[in-house]
């Protein structure tokens, strides 16, 4: 049987200072997973806008590979 997983995000997205926080990630190891891919953004309203993480996704990313 497959197991079920649950995980509870307290927020649906979170800033790049905030989740560096979290993660204890530096800023760099951020910006190369960024680049490639692995961290799901929340569409930019432009250029200069923040960067937020949806922090759903990410779960779910995270929950995947360590089963």
């Known amino acids: 049987t497959m197991a079920s997983i649950q995980i509870a995000?307290?927020?649906p997205?979170?800033?790049?200072?905030e989740f560096l926080r979290r993660t204890g990630w530096s800023?760099?190891?951020f910006d190369r997973a960024l680049a490639k891919g692995d961290i799901p953004i929340l569409p930019k309203e432009g250029s200069r806008s923040s960067v937020?993480?949806?922090?759903?996704?990410?779960?779910?990313?995270?929950a995947e590979q360590s089963v």
Request: net charge positive; charged share 25%; with cysteine.
């Open 9 to 11: 995000v307290d927020a």
């Open 13 to 17: 997205f979170c800033s790049k200072k």
């Open 27 to 29: 800023s760099a190891s």
């Open 52 to 62: 937020l993480v949806n922090m759903v996704k990410f779960a779910q990313k995270m």
